[in-house]
């Protein structure tokens, strides 16, 4: 047996529950998981990408039934890790029920409501879409190290 | 009273159990069985407790919310899904349009008008981040 390179795959499930800190962190409060939030966002913004740091309000979407924030990410299932590939997926889908968004949105912002300054986690985008006097959903892929949501490979 | 295999029964002699066996965009379906709380002698033969003695099917047409405020028979609809299958996502955009002319607070809402769209959004992408480790050297 010898020696190999490696970015250790516990060390990343590791960082996406917060446990490495390599530069200047936060103190938290608590050992309990934050809490995610999903907000929607208007075709027209066109500015959420792999640059957004933080959630704002700058192109979200508004109209009846939709609170600006967006909806919590269910989060009953933490990080896990398939083979060397850490991966998470809410584990529930995102649903704006009873909602009319007129302006065409084409994309979710994921981010940190726990911390104070929302911090961006992920962005994830869609063919543009309306919703009139109805559900809007969002349906997660399945938990693994192939297609979870959001994976560290 | 309901009409079962041995006649007229009381609902209350027997034990009701609903299944729902379709349950759609457009309609539920429910089966909707009565089976014997206790055992019955009918025309010399004995029939033990669950035995099946009426059962059918029930449809219920859905509702959806609509730009006026409350629900409509989907019925009353016009359906149209709008479908996008892709690398990215599998999405279907159920929308019910008037499909008849429709007075509502004074307004007139032409046949054709939209009163529901929904999307329902499939994400198969995940975002990758890629850990690599250096070697020295």
């Known amino acids: 047996m010898s020696n190999t390179q490696a970015f250790c795959s516990q060390a990343k499930v590791d960082l996406m529950n917060g446990l490495h800190a390599m530069g200047s962190s936060v103190i938290r409060a608590a050992t309990t998981k934050d809490v995610y939030k999903a907000a929607l966002y208007e075709v027209v913004a066109g500015d959420k990408d792999a640059t957004t740091t933080v959630f704002n309000t700058t192109g979200e979407v508004s109209g009846t039934g ?66 009139t006097a109805g559900d809007f959903t969002l349906t997660m892929p399945t938990d693994d190290g192939t297609t979870g949501l959001i994976r560290i490979a | 009273m309901i009409t ?101 607070d004074g307004i007139i809402y032409p046949a054709g008008t939209l009163v529901h769209r929904s999307a329902h959004v499939q994400l198969k992408k995940s975002v990758v981040a890629e850990g690599a480790a250096a070697m020295f050297g």
Do not use: W
Not at chain 1, 108 to 126: C, E, M, R
């Open chain 1, 66 to 131: 939709y609170t600006s924030g967006g909806e919590i990410v269910t989060t009953a299932t933490g990080p896990q890790l398939d083979s060397t590939t850490a991966h998470f997926t809410p584990s529930a889908s995102i649903v704006y029920s009873t909602v009319t968004l007129s302006t065409a949105f084409d994309a979710v912002l994921i981010y940190n409501d726990t911390s104070a300054t929302k911090l961006a986690l992920s962005v994830h985008t869609f063919g543009s879409q309306t919703v």
């Open chain 2, 4 to 104: 079962t295999i041995f006649g007229e029964m009381d609902e209350n002699v027997m034990d009701s159990i609903t299944t729902i066996i379709v349950d759609s965009e457009d309609e539920t379906v429910e089966h909707i069985e009565y089976r014997l709380k206790k055992a019955l002698s009918h025309e010399g033969a004995d029939h033990p407790v669950g035995t099946l003695v009426y059962d059918f099917n029930q449809v219920r047409k859905k509702r959806v919310n609509t730009i006026f405020g409350f629900k409509m028979d989907v019925d009353a609809l016009d359906k149209h899904i709008e479908v996008i299958d892709n690398e990215n996502e599998l999405t279907q955009c159920p929308e019910y349009r008037l499909r008849e002319e429709r007075v509502h």
